[in-house]
């Protein structure tokens, strides 16, 4: 059995040819940063249920809840990301597209701005 029988997922690593390693590092450093995004996703979330603002308690449980959503899914779609990008590369193909940034951008803005008016 070879190494590339081994890594999982196998619908990635059985699909086309080795890329070059600097490709695969940089999807990899990708994914950690959307990670890290995710984590401070979920960290905010856990600091807007604790603080106390002038909002509606159940309001600010509810914006809490919808950050820590958040951060779940962007763990979600970061691998699933990572993956059809790792796919991509190792076929040949171009790169696909991904509306995780701009979900997140609507989240974080509507958030926001709920926290502003409520401040």
Not at 16 to 25: H, I, K, N, T
Not at 62 to 82: E, F, K, M, T
């Amino acid at each position: 059995m070879s190494g590339e029988d081994r890594r999982w997922p196998t619908w990635i690593y059985a699909s086309g040819e080795e890329p070059d390693y600097r490709f695969s590092l940089a999807n990899e450093r990708t994914l950690l940063a959307w990670l890290r995004t995710a984590l401070a996703l979920l960290a905010a979330g856990v600091a807007l249920d604790q603080i106390d603002l002038s909002l509606d308690d159940r309001l600010q449980s509810v914006l809490a809840a919808a950050l820590v959503v958040l951060g779940i899914l962007c763990s979600a779609a970061s691998w699933w990301r990572w993956a059809r990008a790792e796919r991509a590369i190792r076929r040949g193909e171009p790169l696909p597209a991904s509306g995780l940034g701009l979900l997140l951008a609507v989240g974080a803005i509507a958030i926001g701005l709920v926290v502003l008016v409520g401040l």
